[in-house]
Nanobody, 125 residues
C-alpha cells in the first residue's frame, strides 16, 4: 500500500523559497507517476503543479510555475522534492503529494489514487 507523507511547508514572504518533501513508501513498479498538487481555499479542484514520471524521469510543470518550481527525487525515487523559488501570494495553498498507476496521468488529478495529507504553504506580500 502506497503511503505519502509531505513536509516542508511554512510561511514566507513574496520572493522567498521553500522546499517540500514527500516521503513515499510502498512504491513499486506499478506506480508510474508522483506529482505535486495544490488547492487554495475556495478552489474546487486540486491544481496539478509538477509531475515526475518514474523510471523514464520525465517532468511536467503547470505553466504557472514553470521556471520557478522544480520537481526532483532521490536516487531510489522514494522521496520527491518540490523546490519552490520566487514564491508569490497566489502560490498560497495546501500542497499535496500524490501517486498514480496510469501511464498518462501527468497533471490530471483524476488519475491519482494515492494522496498524502498535505502541507500548507502561505506566501505573504
Amino acid at each position: 500500500q502506497v503511503q505519502l507523507v509531505e513536509s516542508g511547508g511554512g510561511s514566507v514572504q513574496a520572493g522567498g523559497s521553500l522546499r517540500l518533501s514527500c516521503a513515499a513508501s510502498g512504491i513499486n513498479d506499478s506506480t508510474k507517476w508522483i506529482a505535486w498538487f495544490r488547492q487554495a481555499p475556495g478552489q474546487e479542484r486540486r491544481e496539478g503543479v509538477a509531475a515526475f514520471r518514474r523510471i523514464l524521469r520525465i517532468h511536467y510543470y503547470a505553466d504557472s510555475v514553470k521556471g520557478r518550481f522544480t520537481i526532483s527525487t532521490d536516487n531510489a525515487e522514494n522521496t520527491v522534492y518540490l523546490q519552490m523559488n520566487s514564491l508569490q501570494p497566489e502560490d498560497t495553498a495546501m500542497y499535496y503529494c500524490a501517486a498514480a498507476r496510469g501511464w498518462t496521468a501527468a497533471l490530471n488529478s483524476d488519475e491519482y489514487n494515492n494522496w498524502g495529507q498535505g502541507t500548507q504553504v502561505t506566501v505573504s506580500s
